[in-house]
């Protein structure tokens, strides 16, 4: 399988970032204008659905065929570890402290508690509850953390044998059915959200996403099967109608949304194309941000919503500070920490062996 990098795959990961940012501003902003049934809406839930499933890709892209020593599973884990446990407790501490000011009456860890705080600070949560994540969007890191632990053993069993493969689909498949029809409906108000957030609600976006990349080595769609592929999954994306909220993430309504989500993804896998150089370079950036972006805007938007209101700021003047204020501090983020401790867990190229003897012209 080849291993570079897919640019569309990259570009849809950065417009999905922007995208719910947008949907998380103007549901904070403008809540009653917020129509459950608009596009915005649906892209703010099942964005981050799309994000795993491009996770899977990528993962399956970097690591199919490169984890089968006890060195290369160390290596990755300690490449996964850095790419994502030090921006996750940097915007934890940012959190805690955002809050903690925000807090007349309550210390920064009282807020949130210290099972919260213990849990997020050794990664349990990951495992035992994701919706105990303190940044704003956490759950997701949550669930990631909790697949990387098990991509190793779904990679190897997939390259087993397809009967494996098939056997992981179907597994996460129910999950998926059960958590949507029976779970999540008939939990209460303050589980409702747990269950939705779990890891199990969430791994058939990423097991389908390892399972497209995998198979996408060995065949491909072509542009045409692509492009209509994908047309077809937004229009039905767009066209699904949700009358209540609860109705974006239960019933038959979260089955087609889903189904809907991973169809267009692997469009977007698939499909070939070659962009005017601008237009590619602010995608490809934004794309290189996006996880910056995801963690800090809930960050950036209660610093600026604060400011906002002691000097009397239009709401539209909020939003536009906010997404300004994002962009600036996730290019920051990304190049001066992100960046230098991803740095860190790439394997040093070997050195030329130093030879007395002369060289032969």
Same mark, same amino acid.
């Not at 999905?16 to 649906?42: C, R, T």
């Not at 996770?55 to 970097?62: D, E, L, P, R």
């Given at each position: 399988?080849?291993?570079?990098?897919?640019?569309?795959?990259?570009?849809?990961?950065?417009?999905?970032?922007?995208?719910?940012?947008?949907?998380?501003?103007?549901?904070?902003?403008?809540?009653? #204008?917020?129509?459950?049934?608009?596009?915005?809406?649906?892209?703010?839930? *099942?964005?981050?659905?799309?994000?795993?499933?491009?996770?899977?890709?990528?993962?399956?892209?970097? *690591?199919?065929?490169?984890?089968?020593?006890?060195?290369?599973?160390? #290596?990755?884990?300690?490449?996964?570890?850095?790419?994502?446990? +030090?921006?996750?407790? /940097?915007?934890?501490?940012?959190?805690?402290?955002?809050?903690?000011?925000?807090?007349?009456?309550?210390?920064?860890?009282?807020?949130?508690?210290?099972?919260?705080?213990?849990?997020?600070?050794?990664?349990?949560?990951?495992?035992?509850?994701?919706? =105990?994540?303190?940044?704003?969007?956490?759950?997701?890191?949550?669930?990631?953390?909790?697949?990387?632990?098990?991509?190793?053993?779904?990679?190897? /069993?997939?390259?087993?044998?397809?009967?494996?493969?098939?056997?992981?689909?179907?597994?996460?498949?129910?999950?998926?059915? *059960?958590?949507?029809?029976?779970?999540? +409906?008939?939990?209460?108000?303050? #589980?409702?959200? =747990?269950?939705?957030?779990?890891?199990?609600?969430?791994?058939?976006?990423?097991?389908?996403?390892?399972?497209?990349?995998?198979?996408?080595?060995?065949?491909?769609?072509?542009?045409?099967?692509?492009?209509?592929?994908?047309?077809?999954?937004?229009?039905?994306?767009?066209?699904?109608?949700?009358?209540?909220?609860?109705?974006?993430?239960?019933?038959?309504?979260?089955?087609?949304?889903?189904?809907?989500?991973?169809?267009?993804?692997?469009?977007?896998?698939?499909? =070939?194309?070659?962009?005017?150089?601008?237009?590619?370079?602010?995608?490809?950036?934004?794309?290189?941000?996006?996880?910056?972006?995801?963690?800090?805007?809930?960050?950036?938007?209660?610093?600026?919503?604060?400011?906002?209101?002691?000097?009397?700021?239009?709401?539209?003047?909020?939003?536009?500070?906010?997404?300004?204020?994002? /962009?600036?501090?996730?290019?920051?983020?990304?190049?001066?920490?992100?960046?230098?401790?991803?740095?860190?867990?790439?394997?040093?190229?070997?050195?030329? +062996?130093?030879?007395?003897?002369?060289? #032969?012209?």
């Amino acid at each position: 399988m080849s291993r570079e990098r897919v640019e569309t795959i990259d570009y849809l990961r950065g417009i999905l970032s922007v995208s719910i940012m947008f949907y998380h501003y103007m549901g904070w902003l403008f809540p009653n #204008q917020m129509a459950e049934d608009s596009l915005l809406s649906k892209v703010g839930y *099942y964005g981050v659905s799309a994000f795993f499933v491009i996770s899977g890709m990528s993962m399956c892209i970097a *690591y199919n065929g490169r984890l089968s020593t006890p060195g290369d599973v160390n #290596q990755y884990v300690i490449r996964r570890a850095l790419r994502i446990v +030090p921006l996750y407790m /940097l915007a934890s501490v940012a959190a805690l402290a955002a809050a903690g000011m925000a807090s007349k009456t309550q210390g920064a860890i009282d807020v949130y508690g210290w099972s919260s705080v213990v849990l997020n600070f050794t990664l349990l949560f990951s495992f035992i509850d994701p919706s =105990k994540a303190i940044p704003g969007g956490g759950w997701s890191i949550g669930n990631e953390l909790f697949f990387y632990c098990y991509f190793p053993i779904m990679l190897y /069993l997939i390259r087993l044998h397809r009967a494996y493969a098939a056997a992981i689909l179907l597994v996460s498949a129910g999950m998926f059915i *059960y958590w949507a029809m029976v779970l999540v +409906p008939s939990a209460g108000e303050a #589980q409702a959200w =747990k269950e939705y957030v779990s890891n199990q609600n969430q791994a058939l976006f990423f097991v389908c996403g390892v399972l497209i990349a995998y198979a996408g080595g060995r065949h491909k769609l072509g542009n045409l099967a692509s492009i209509t592929l994908g047309v077809l999954a937004f229009t039905a994306f767009w066209a699904v109608s949700v009358e209540v909220s609860t109705a974006l993430v239960v019933g038959w309504e979260r089955i087609a949304l889903g189904i809907c989500t991973i169809a267009f993804v692997s469009s977007v896998y698939f499909v =070939k194309v070659k962009l005017p150089i601008a237009i590619a370079w602010v995608l490809h950036t934004v794309g290189a941000l996006s996880f910056s972006i995801y963690l800090l805007h809930p960050l950036v938007f209660s610093v600026v919503r604060k400011v906002g209101s002691i000097l009397g700021l239009a709401p539209e003047l909020i939003i536009a500070a906010s997404v300004a204020g994002t /962009l600036v501090g996730a290019y920051v983020v990304y190049h001066w920490f992100e960046l230098p401790i991803m740095r860190l867990g790439k394997k040093p190229k070997p050195q030329a +062996p130093i030879s007395a003897e002369l060289v #032969q012209r």
